[in-house]
C-alpha cells in the first residue's frame, strides 16, 4: 500500500473514531438528561403524593366530617374549563370565597358582608347547641318579621326551643307605646307562643354607659356573635349596610354581657303591651 493511500485510510479511520466517540457523548449525554428529567418527574410525583398525604391525613384530623370534605372535593372536579364559562368563572369565585370564610373562622377573627347574609342567620340559628339571645332594634327589624327571610328565621327559632335550646329577645323600643306599633305587637305575641323568651326595652331605660353599645345583634351559644349595621338613610326604615360575624372571645364576652345587662333591665310584656296568650 503506498504512502498516499495509508494515509487517506489512517484519516478515514480517526474520523470514524471520531464520530463515533461523538455519537456515545451525545447518546451519554442524552442518557443524563433522560435520568435527569426522569429522577425530577419521579419526585415531582412522590411530592404530589406526599403533599396529598398530608391533606388527607389533616382532613382526617379535622373537627369537621371527613367525607363532607372529600365530597366537596369530588363535587369540584365535576366542574372542568369545558363547562360554560359563567359557571366555571362563578364556581371558582364561591369556591375562593369558601376558602376565605374557613379562613377568617379557623383564624377567630371577624368575617364581614356587605348588606344581610340570608344564609348566616339561618344557618347559624340551625346550628346553634344552647342558646340564642337577640338584641332587635325596631328600626332595623321593623319589616322583617313579615318578610320571607323572617318567616325562615322564626321558624327557625321555633324548633330551635322546641327541641330545648334557650332563644331570648330584647326589643328596643323607639316608642314607650307598643300599642303605636301593631307590627311589633303581633311579632311579640308570635314569638311568645313559640317559647321564645322576649322582653321590651325602652330607649330612655338603657343605663346611659350603655346608650352607645345598643345595637343590633345575635349571640349565639356565648361563641359567636352577629352583628348588623344598619344605614342612616332613613333612622325609621333602616336597612341592613353591613354584617359581621365575630369570633374574637374578648368581642364576643363583650356582646353576651351587654345582652345580659340589657336584659336585666328590660320589661316583661304585660296585657297593655300584646294581648294575653291564648
Known sequence: MSGAVRAATDSSSATRKAL?????????????????????????????INEATELFGLIEASALQTDLVTQL??????????????????????????????????????????????????????????????????????????????????DAQRRATRDGRRVRRIFVLDSADVADDPGLQR?????????????????????????????????????????????TVDPRHAQTSETRLVLTDSRVKECAQLFRELWEVAREPDERDVPPLR
Not at 91 to 116: H, M, N, P, R, W
Not at 205 to 225: K, N, W
Request: hydrophobic share 35%; with cysteine; glycine share 4%.
Open 73 to 154: 372535593v369530588r363535587n369540584s372536579t365535576q366542574i372542568s374549563p369545558n363547562s360554560p364559562p359563567i359557571v366555571y368563572r362563578f364556581v371558582q369565585a364561591k369556591i375562593k370565597e369558601t376558602s376565605d370564610f374557613l379562613k377568617q373562622l379557623a383564624e377567630g377573627g371577624t368575617v364581614t358582608c356587605y348588606g344581610e347574609d340570608r344564609d348566616w342567620l339561618l344557618g347559624l340559628t340551625r346550628n346553634a347547641t344552647t342558646s340564642i339571645d337577640a338584641i332587635s332594634l325596631a328600626a332595623v327589624d321593623h319589616d322583617l318579621w313579615q318578610s320571607e327571610i323572617g318567616q325562615r328565621y322564626l
Open 187 to 231: 311579632a311579640c305575641y308570635e314569638q311568645r307562643r313559640m317559647q321564645i323568651e322576649v322582653r321590651l326595652l325602652d330607649r330612655g331605660d338603657v343605663p346611659p354607659p350603655l346608650q352607645v353599645q345598643v345595637r343590633d345583634l345575635i349571640v349565639f351559644d356565648d361563641t359567636l356573635a352577629y352583628e348588623t349595621t344598619p344605614t
Open 20 to 48: 463515533t466517540k461523538k455519537r456515545l457523548a451525545t447518546v451519554e449525554a442524552l442518557e443524563s438528561e433522560g435520568m435527569a428529567d426522569m429522577k425530577r418527574l419521579v419526585e415531582d410525583a412522590f411530592s404530589q
